[in-house]
């Protein structure tokens, strides 16, 4: 069990969490929603075959990076789009300030944009597509085919809208109202229409009984003029939503349907779907969360009303979600649930991380509703050591100031982003965060390819994970571990809506060190600032890994510098012995022939004690002395002048 106050993660993890019923309790809140009509919480899970895939998965791209580290308040955006010719583009919030704090500035914080036309990428951004400090925003493509990216400008709190026209953008004021300052905006369009809705800046804003509540806005000419503009969101009232909250939402659009979910902790998960391109609107609660007008932040029990007096664990949601919209008119969703409680004497609340699930929403255009349990932390297959159950490690929060790994969203499996494959069957695609058992940060000399950035262990990292559906979200695959990095953190991830081609591309940001900077104090290394990665999986291996239990387990120790996991990075390295007596073997291989290569040793405390250089470098192997260092950690640093490699050893 975790404890979260009101600012800060606090506590430690509870003994012994029992594992949860897959249909017992959740079922039985189900039942108490009249709007969902024979609707049941069921799991699709099989038996096992093994069919185990090696190696590394697919193919990953550098993209760009960036020092601001927060991508999201908690759903994500859309941030990738897909074209013709194998076309795609990628978006990212972009900052490249250096040395930087929780405190930072981050004066050039906007959009980073990469884009790849078929053949090759653009090269990796150094600065911002706008000429203004932007926040959080999404990628769409309007009716007149152009890419435009629509974020908040951070200072005039007041909507922007970013045009690409060939290869250069033009950034401008939305013409949505401004009234309630909004930010925070997600966007949806289809032909003509566009579809925008934001949190008011002032969290004191009400909006139909919700504190921080929703406005909408809809425009049939690509933004130009709106018919609604930053209105209420109509529907959305405070019987099921005490407050509402940035990026608290999702919003899909195919053609005449539009659909926007809306929830966090302790609200409801509701959706709002209109047929008429937002004219009207009907109402659904996807999940209910028992307690009406819940206020997560005052001193009150998680008292389910329905089971008489008595506090209650109740499963939530964590505030991250995904949803799309199919030319069917159905909704597709997945959102990440997990038990938390509240005693009453305080303003703090505690959850249980081991309770985290992953859930599959299909509202039918015909009206019926269905809800699958697609992952559970607590199934066998995520124990992948089959010892002790799931070990996410000690620090998965921490005391107030004391570094941690947490995000914004606090379950185990969290960040999801659902994707259709269009056909007969139709495939859905969910690919989420998950924390990986015994993958956390630990300076143990077994592990070279975590540094000890945070000197804080116990961490836990998190890979990509994927299941899908080969029949239109009925039966689901077993997870599929496709990034496989271990010692390395994949979150905040995006793919596209609508999936055309046998590839699915997933966009995420990976670093050396789990959490962010901004929301937890961690140190940062300037050696791996985040990665904003591009990783295309073939469709047709997620189902076939996905039918053995063991996909999930499969990492291989390969770090963001090697030449498969980034491309057009410096190359690949390897040393050998490890541990080591009298000598390492240092064997490096360079995409492209490195001039100059340094070569340094240094010790635990940072000194160098040894150093050597080579020159004209394609593939080369060295024999490197230790037999006089003193017993300790080490790493072995490799340097050319493009870019630099790191191996940490042991010397016995």
């Avoid at 493509?141 to 970013?162: F, K, M, P, R, T």
């Avoid at 959850?351 to 255009?365: D, E, P, V």
């Avoid at 039966?475 to 994949?490: C, D, G, L, Q």
């Avoid at 080369?620 to 037999?627: G, M």
Wanted: aromatic share 10%; glycine share 10%.
């Amino acid at each position: 069990m975790l404890f979260l106050g009101a600012s800060a993660f606090l506590g430690a993890v509870a003994q012994n969490v029992s594992p949860i019923s897959k249909v017992g309790k959740a079922k039985a809140k189900m039942v108490q929603d009249q709007t969902f009509t024979g609707s049941s919480l069921t799991s699709a899970k099989k038996g096992k075959t093994r069919d185990p895939f090696i190696s590394t998965f697919g193919t990953k791209e550098t993209v760009g990076k960036t020092t601001y580290d927060l991508q999201t308040n908690g759903s994500m955006q859309r941030r990738v789009l897909t074209g013709t010719g194998n076309k795609i583009s990628c978006a990212w919030t972009f900052s490249s300030e250096q040395g930087v704090t929780s405190t930072s500035t981050f004066a050039d914080r906007g959009t980073g944009y990469a884009h790849f036309n078929g053949t090759s990428w653009t090269a990796n951004p150094a600065n911002r597509i706008e000429p203004i400090r932007t926040g959080f925003g999404g990628i769409v493509v309007d009716g007149a085919g152009n890419e435009n990216y629509i974020c908040h400008d951070a200072a005039a709190n007041q909507l922007s809208i970013s045009k690409k026209s060939g290869t250069s953008w033009t950034t401008s004021v939305l013409s949505t109202s401004n009234t309630n300052a909004p930010i925070w905006p997600h966007t949806a369009t289809s032909g003509n229409w566009m579809y925008v809705i934001a949190s008011p800046s002032d969290s004191n804003i009400h909006t139909n009984g919700i504190r921080n509540g929703y406005f909408f806005a809809r425009s049939n000419d690509n933004g130009a003029t709106w018919l609604d503009n930053m209105i209420p969101m109509p529907l959305i009232d405070s019987v099921g939503h005490y407050r509402g909250g940035g990026n608290s939402y999702a919003i899909s659009a195919n053609g005449n349907n539009v659909a926007i979910l809306f929830g966090d902790m302790g609200t409801d998960l509701t959706l709002l779907k209109s047929t008429n391109n937002g004219a009207t609107w009907t109402k659904k609660t996807v999940w209910d969360f028992p307690i009406d007008n819940f206020n997560f932040a005052a001193a009150a029990a998680t008292d389910d009303p329905s089971n008489g007096p008595g506090i209650d664990t109740i499963f939530a949601c964590d505030g991250s979600f995904s949803m799309t919209l199919d030319a069917n008119g159905d909704v597709h969703a997945a959102f990440p649930i997990l038990r938390v409680l509240k005693d009453g004497s305080t303003t703090g609340y505690s959850y249980f991380a081991l309770t985290s699930r992953m859930i599959y929403y299909h509202g039918y255009s015909s009206g019926a509703d269905s809800l699958v349990l697609v992952d559970d932390i607590f199934d066998s297959w995520h124990d992948c050591d089959k010892v002790g159950g799931v070990n996410f490690g000690d620090n998965y929060t921490g005391a107030t100031g004391v570094p941690d790994a947490a995000y914004n969203s606090i379950g185990l499996l969290t960040m999801p982003s659902i994707s259709v494959v269009p056909g007969s069957p139709q495939k859905v695609l969910i690919a989420y965060s998950s924390v990986m058992d015994n993958d956390t940060t630990v300076d143990d000399g077994i592990h070279p390819y975590w540094f000890g950035a945070s000197s804080l262990e116990g961490q836990p990292f998190r890979d990509i994970l994927v299941v899908g559906s080969a029949d239109n979200g009925l039966a689901w695959t077993f997870p599929v571990n496709v990034s496989r990095t271990a010692h390395f953190e994949e979150a905040f991830i995006s793919t596209p809506e609508i999936i055309t081609g046998t590839k699915f591309p997933i966009l995420c940001q990976a670093d050396l060190e789990p959490g962010t900077i901004l929301q937890n104090e961690d140190l940062y290394e300037p050696e791996f600032q985040n990665f904003q990665i591009l990783q295309q999986v073939d469709i047709a291996d997620i189902f076939t890994l996905g039918a053995d239990t063991l996909s999930i387990c499969n990492q291989a120790e390969l770090p963001l510098g090697v030449r498969d996991v980034i491309s057009g990075n410096d190359g690949m390295m390897n040393i050998y012995p490890n541990p080591a007596t009298d000598y390492i073997n240092l064997a490096v291989k360079f995409v492209n022939t490195a001039k100059n290569v340094n070569i340094e040793m240094i010790d635990f405390a940072g000194k160098v004690v040894y150093t050597t250089q080579m020159q004209n470098v394609s593939e080369q192997s060295n024999k490197l002395p230790v037999a006089n260092l003193a017993a300790g950690v080490y790493a072995i640093k490799v340097t050319t002048e493009n870019g630099m490699m790191t191996r940490k050893f042991v010397k016995e």
